[in-house]
């Protein structure tokens, strides 16, 4: 289920959040780009986090970026599960806010979100293993109650 640290593209995490991503490209301008560089825009290394100051407000890409990679969440849980797992996202302008993703009538994943124009991984497999780590603490959550994600 879960793939080596040496290949964090085949993580079904990532195989869904280029999913999520492509899926927005309409009229193909995206086709020639790799799964790699569509995700470019989650990296920030630690150089470039210095850079961004420590208060301020996230743009609407960053935020568009945060909506992603947590519809791609629930997209993961859904492939693992069969169950679909909806987020629900409220953030203030100011980037301080919750994510909660729904299966059912149960919240399989609650999250305060934090600092979030400063969102972000330092590679791939940080990205992938993120991404991973929330969708199985959403997994277990189903397995534990499983009449109320089916409700």
Not at 1 to 11: F, R, Y
Not at 38 to 60: F, M, S, V
Request: net charge negative; charged share 25%; hydrophobic share 45%.
């Amino acid at each position: 289920m879960s793939a080596t640290l040496e290949d964090p593209m085949t993580t079904p995490f990532l195989q869904c959040l280029v999913g999520r991503i492509r899926a927005e490209d309409q009229f193909g301008a995206w086709d020639r780009k790799t799964d790699k560089d569509l995700l470019k825009d989650y990296l920030i290394t630690k150089a470039e986090r210095r850079q961004i100051p420590i208060i301020g407000d996230p743009d609407p890409e960053t935020l568009d970026r945060v909506e992603k990679f947590y519809q791609a969440t629930g997209l993961t849980v859904e492939r693992l599960t069969g169950i679909i797992a909806t987020p629900m996202m409220k953030m203030s302008h100011e980037g301080f806010g919750r994510v909660v993703l729904i299966a059912g009538s149960l919240v399989v994943l609650a999250k305060t979100l934090r600092d979030v124009h400063r969102f972000g991984f330092e590679d791939l497999a940080a990205l992938a293993a993120e991404g991973m780590k929330s969708a199985q603490q959403a997994v277990a959550m189903i397995e534990a109650h499983p009449e109320l994600a089916r409700a």
